[in-house]
T-cell receptor
Framework: DAGVTQSPTHLIKTRGQQVTLRCSPKSGHDTVSWYQQALGQGPQFIFQYYEEEERQRGNFPDRFSGHQFPNYSSELNVNALLLGDSALYLC??????????FGSGTRLTVV | QKEVEQNSGPLSVPEGAIASLNCTYSDRGSQSFFWYRQYSGKSPELIMSIYSNGDKEDGRFTAQLNKASQYVSLLIRDSQPSDSATYLCAVKEGSQGNLIFGKGTKLSVKP
């Protein structure tokens, strides 16, 4: 049973560029959440997708957008990258009341 | 602003001792609580979930919840060097909400 898979694992981008990160949830999970984790900090909630709709959103600017596909996989898009967007981006999938299962993350470096 | 507070540590304990990790949360209506372990450079791994007041044991781990005091703790018995990691406390917003994380407590178990 595959867990949560994320791609790519590492990415280096230049300020002002755009990036797309991808996530496939654990089999049977229908909810996907995205988190940003800066060095030395806990994960910060970006948004959550359920039934292809954004159900909740954290305190992130509109430069951060997402999408969920009919097969429950999801994408996170970040436009106009800033140096401060450098972080580990985590995707987590879940079923309603359960805890979240995290993918291995995408390490984004903006230079 | 819903918050989850943890002592950032580092918490250092000798091998074989009990490690005690603590967490407080601000939202009195929270019902679901989780402890994640995160090794350096890796993604968070769910180790315990707790929903009711009292203790929940799983192997060497015991989670304790006191909703009246808005307090969650994690005890690790017979600590091993392999337990050295950052431990993240997370609280779920509502029944379908996102997880709010603390900044994590770094645990170091000395041989």
């Amino acid at each position: 049973d595959a867990g949560v898979t994320q791609s790519p694992t590492h990415l280096i981008k230049t300020r002002g560029q755009q990036v797309t990160l991808r996530c496939s949830p654990k089999s049977g999970h229908d909810t996907v959440s995205w988190y940003q984790q800066a060095l030395g900090q806990g994960p910060q909630f970006i948004f959550q997708y359920y039934e292809e709709e954004e159900r909740q959103r954290g305190n992130f600017p509109d430069r951060f957008s997402g999408h969920q596909f009919p097969n429950y996989s999801s994408e996170l898009n970040v436009n106009a990258l800033l140096l401060g967007d450098s972080a580990l981006y985590l995707c987590a999938s879940s079923l309603v009341q359960n805890g979240y299962t995290f993918g291995s993350g995408t390490r984004l470096t903006v230079v | 602003q819903k918050e989850v507070e943890q002592n950032s540590g580092p918490l250092s304990v000798p091998e074989g001792a009990i490690a005690s990790l603590n967490c407080t949360y601000s939202d009195r209506g929270s019902q679901s609580f989780f402890w994640y372990r995160q090794y350096s450079g890796k993604s968070p791994e769910l180790i315990m979930s707790i929903y009711s007041n009292g203790d929940k044991e799983d192997g060497r781990f015991t989670a304790q919840l006191n909703k009246a005091s808005q307090y969650v703790s994690l005890l690790i018995r017979d600590s091993q060097p392999s337990d050295s990691a950052t431990y993240l406390c997370a609280v779920k917003e509502g029944s379908q909400g996102n997880l709010i994380f603390g900044k994590g407590t770094k645990l170091s178990v000395k041989p």
